[in-house]
């Protein structure tokens, strides 16, 4: 309270400075004075080039270093300075009389309506959006970049879900991405943070399926952070403290002309905080914890550039919990989960003349995963090398030529000490399995090849690809056959539409001699889209799209070897999306997504409802700036309930003095918990000071009408069910400094 | 498979989790807590394993309200699955009716005659070698309203000198606190477990009434809900030899 009390104390100090814009300095002598003023940016003390300095008829304007030396004739003399972009500012110059130098700071302008910004675009593809790290600031709470993804049409969202699930696939069919580096996921564990802090990223790519022929081994999704590939004009450093999740800070350094260094390091405060206020009587502690690192050296040097990158991430998560299995003195059972990984990359592109150009990425990543459940766990090591390089050649107008190659090396070792899972046993208990304790380790190659072309004719745009590759883990190659295209109809609407194939090979525990089948394929996608890109003005833009994606040789628990390919899945939907362009005060976009999902375990069994069907899903968020200093925003968002399955009957083993559930199994995912909805509203208040700016955010997540359920819970014989409450309403405040 | 994990792991916290209902240790309403196989009539008595061509009796104990005498138990055939094989000529026996203040323990009686070596064999060649085969059982519960189903299994060996064949956990009993011991509100429960084989052990207290801090400890607290006359039951079942034990205590707190 005493924080609160001291921070709205320095808020109300700040408001009360606001409109001073210059530096005072001491009184001078009553005649004619020559002086030098250097006019900034009020926040960040950047020299402001090209200011103009108006004193009379007379129009001065200030050089790179934002400085002009001009002769004040009379201390009654009236000076305005302005620069597109911000306040003008009026002195009298009585107030610099007497003095050589002074400096003049102006504020940021009121936010503009008339101009919309642009962002940049990227090779086009039908289902792929990209969102500038400008416009998630505006929208996404914290500003964190990666947020977004998930008010995205094709996302489908859960309460407390971290991971993505894209039209109906599950989090591990799609692909995550830093640059060209790929990553293991892309948010942390807790706060819905992204893994990457949105001072290093330009902007984030999202593609919901039907993606080009340069990413593989996915049939959900792809996501891309970008981070930024421009080099500072001046150094800059911000600080982050965000109550009560992590404290941050970020450098960015110009080394010269051409290159520059930028670093961040972010980690929680969680694990300090919880302890000491949960309440004692709970009975469980929850302690998750995460920091994450990020380096980028960068080197733009005429046609080339190159971009290292390190990125590093931990997550780690520990619950001690009231169990009625728990065999501890306390009654209660430990669960712990870590996960950490790290990747270093060395981008290298190159225009190498006559339309050619190409970018490769060389880069090595590290993982550990563990997992502990009372006395069972699951530790995962793995080592990458991998070098995807494209090489793109624009052979006219209307024709782009894409050639990629990307071989991969990995080495993965799993330890576990498990319970034997035995799907044909109705009397199965993983207490009192047999346990599986053994070590493994699997070193595999893969490599893969692409080709695409882009061909114009008029108002057709087609883009025919092939991917062919092959892993260790299976036998035989695979093709991949896409074929994308694009025919405007008119200056606004353009017609869309991609059909291709997808594959993903399974993982190394799938496939092994030991815990698996090694006789495994790739599983297959085949992923039909058809969309109508609208642009209403330069305000206002719509997406509609229809998807169809079917799924086989799904692998799925079952046979001999644990695991068989003979699952499938159909998942097919529609997508709206509606986008008001950003403006300097207005930004926000509508997104609607229905969709049904229905799996089955062979072409034997009959269809019933995936684990990741979700009808429904609407996203609305929004953000107005309504001045230089104050920014309002909101998110809304409904969904149908998550699926699950049932508990039909329990019987009571005696053996292990507890109750055995069985499941509907005839009707899988037959029951749902009730439609989620939640409202986030949060307001950014920015201090500006001389030389840095203080970015206050206020905000509170999760406000609902009557209770938000996350999961069902049943009682210890099974005989009474109840919904579990998510998260109450958590309101947070977030306090950065840019200087 | 890592998939599949780490899925078992995120379903088992809210699981591990659910007894923010109702609590399985107290007498609410009926529910079994214990089937036991070739139990000691006597303390004295010596352990038999359940052999091959024997009768092996089995025990259903119920946790019930006081007058809970509508209850019926029968015999349910068990499922058929590849680890144990369906005990196929159970039949129940007699039931009779302990009560204890503020509870009733009730016990059925059932009784079968394991298959022998050649029934075995003639029923499937691969078992007419076989030294030990777990045997599976049920029975249903039911009071005309509620029904629960009861299921376990046992070992069965070909003769009582197989390895394994005698381990058991029989003559456990509670240490604290004493039988008819006058206490305070909060009880501290204590079981004296026999284990000479060191086997993986699981522990279930019940009460007639209160709060347990943890029913499956050795040791535990038993805060009691005023003053009056309780029944404490300790359960205990060797997870490898499928034996098990039941002691109860009553108490009185001012």
Redesign the interface.
């Known amino acids: 309270m005493r924080i609160l009390l001291l921070l709205i104390l320095g808020l109300t100090f700040d408001l009360t400075r606001v409109g001073q814009g210059f530096a005072e300095e001491a009184a001078g002598a009553n005649a004619p004075q020559i002086i030098e003023l250097q006019i900034l940016a009020k926040g960040t003390g950047r020299a402001l080039k090209r200011a103009e300095v108006k004193l009379g008829t007379e129009v001065f304007t200030a050089d790179p270093e934002g400085r002009v030396r001009l002769s004040l004739p009379s201390p009654e003399a009236l000076l305005e300075v302005q620069r597109a972009g911000y306040e003008a500012q009026f002195v009298q110059a009585k107030d610099l009389w007497g003095k050589d130098k002074a400096s003049i700071y102006l504020l940021p302008g009121k936010p503009d309506d008339s101009e919309v910004i642009i962002t940049g675009s990227r090779r086009p593809e039908v289902s792929r959006k990209t969102v500038s790290v400008k416009e998630t600031n505006r929208i996404a709470p914290g500003g964190d970049p990666a947020q977004v993804t998930q008010l995205l049409p094709g996302v489908q969202s859960s309460p407390g879900r971290t991971d993505v699930v894209i039209r109906g696939s599950g989090p591990n069919d799609s692909r995550y991405f830093v640059d060209d580096i790929e990553v293991p996921s892309i948010f942390h564990n807790v706060a819905n943070l992204s893994i990457v802090p949105a001072q290093q990223l330009n902007s984030v790519d999202f593609s919901s399926g039907a993606f080009g022929v340069q990413y593989g081994d996915a049939t959900g999704g792809i996501i891309v952070l970008r981070s930024v590939d421009q080099i500072p004009e001046q150094p800059r450093t911000e600080w982050v403290l965000n109550v009560p999740f992590y404290l941050g800070i970020f450098h960015e350094q110009p080394l010269s002309a051409t290159s520059s260094l930028a670093v961040s390091l972010r980690h929680s405060m969680l694990e300090a905080i919880l302890p000491k206020v949960l309440p004692k009587d709970l009975g469980a502690t929850v302690v998750p914890s995460f920091y994450d690192s990020f380096v980028r050296y960068l080197v733009k040097d005429g046609d080339i550039t190159h971009k290292l990158t390190l990125v590093s991430s931990r997550d780690g998560l520990s619950l001690l919990v009231p169990s009625a299995n728990s065999e501890r003195e306390d009654g209660r059972v430990n669960v712990e989960f870590q996960n950490y990984f790290a990747a270093v990359g060395l981008e290298r592109e190159q225009n190498l003349g006559d339309g050619w150009r190409y970018r490769s990425t060389p880069q090595f990543r590290v993982f550990r995963l563990k997992a502990n459940f009372a006395n069972d766990n699951l530790y995962l090591r793995g080592r990458t090398f991998a070098a995807p390089t494209e090489f793109t050649k624009r052979l006219d107008r209307n024709r782009s030529l894409y050639l990629g190659v990307k071989p991969e090396w990995n080495r993965v070792r799993i330890s576990a000490k498990l319970p034997v899972l035995n799907t044909s046993d109705p009397y199965f208990d993983p207490e009192d399995a047999q346990r599986l304790e053994d070590s493994r380790t699997y070193t595999y190659g893969n490599v893969s090849a692409w080709s695409a072309l882009d061909l114009g004719w008029g108002d057709l745009v087609l883009t025919p690809g092939l991917r062919v590759f092959q892993s260790q883990l299976v036998p035989g190659q695979g093709v991949d056959p896409r074929l994308q295209g694009r025919y405007a109809l008119d200056s606004e609407q353009q017609l869309k539409f991609a059909v291709g194939q997808y594959s993903i090979a399974p993982e190394p525990a799938e496939s092994s001699r030991k815990f698996g089948n090694p006789d495994l394929g790739y599983e297959k996608s085949n992923q039909y889209v058809l969309g109508l890109e609208s642009k209403w003005g330069d305000r206002w833009q719509s997406e509609v799209q229809g998807f169809y994606k079917k799924i086989y040789k799904l692998i799925v628990a079952g046979g001999p070897d644990n695991f068989q390919a003979t699952g499938s899945r159909i998942v097919y939907g529609a997508e709206a999306f509606v986008r008001r362009n950003l403006t300097e005060k207005f930004f926000g976009w509508l997104s609607y997504t229905y969709s049904k999902s229905e799996e089955r375990k062979s072409d034997a069994d009959p269809w019933y409802r995936s684990s990741f069907d979700q009808t429904h899903v609407l996203n609305l968020a929004g953000s107005y700036k309504l001045s230089a200093f104050w920014d309002l925003g909101l998110r809304f968002k409904y969904n149908t309930g998550d699926a699950y399955t049932p508990v039909e009957s329990a019987s009571y083993n005696a053996n292990l003095d507890k109750y055995s559930p069985s499941y509907d199994e005839k009707n899988p995912y037959s029951a749902r918990i009730p439609d989620f909805h939640s409202l986030d509203l949060f307001a950014t208040y920015d201090a500006f000071y001389d030389r840095f700016t203080l970015k206050y955010q206020w905000g509170i997540q999760y406000l609902s009408l009557g209770k938000r359920v996350s999961s069902v819970s049943y009682n210890y014989d099974y005989s009474q069910k109840e919904n579990v409450a998510n998260l109450p309403p958590i309101p947070y405040l977030q306090i950065s400094g840019e200087f | 498979?890592?998939?599949?994990?780490?899925l078992?792991?995120a379903l088992?916290?809210?699981?591990?989790?659910?007894?923010?209902?109702?609590?399985?240790e107290t007498a609410d309403k009926w529910?079994?807590?214990?089937?036991t196989v070739n139990e000691l009539a006597q303390p004295t008595d010596v352990y038999q394993a359940p052999l091959f061509g024997n009768q092996v009796s089995l025990h259903?104990y119920v946790l019930a309200p006081s007058d809970s005498s509508d209850l019926t138990a029968e015999v349910q055939a068990p499922?058929q699955?590849?680890?144990?094989l369906p005990l196929q000529t159970l039949e129940m026996g007699e039931k009779t009716v302990s009560s204890y203040p503020g509870v009733d323990l009730l016990k059925f009686t059932a009784v079968a005659r394991l298959p022998s070596q050649t029934n075995l064999g003639a029923l499937d060649p691969s078992l007419a070698e076989a030294q030990l085969l777990r045997f599976?059982y049920g029975f249903l519960l039911s009071d005309g309203q509620r029904t629960?189903?009861?299921?376990?299994?046992f070992p069965a060996y070909s003769g009582a000198d197989i390895p394994g064949a005698q381990w058991n956990v029989l003559g456990s009993t509670i240490s604290s606190p004493e039988d008819q011991a006058e206490t305070g509100q909060t009880v501290t429960l204590e079981a004296d477990l026999a284990n000479p084989q060191g086997e993986a052990i699981?522990v279930?207290w019940y009460v007639s009434a209160g709060e347990l801090?943890?029913?499956?400890?050795e040791?535990?607290e038993w805060t009691l809900p005023g003053s009056g006359t309780y029944t404490a039951i300790m359960?205990v079942?060797g997870?490898q030899s499928?034996t098990a034990q039941l002691a109860v205590r009553t108490i009185k707190a001012p």
């Open positions: 498979m890592l998939k599949e994990l780490l078992v792991f088992a916290v809210p699981l591990a989790c659910s007894d923010s209902l109702s609590r399985q529910k079994p807590i214990l089937v259903l499922d699955q590849p680890l144990t599976r629960v189903p009861v299921t376990g299994d699981k279930g801090k943890n029913r499956r400890a040791s535990t359960t079942r997870k499928r």
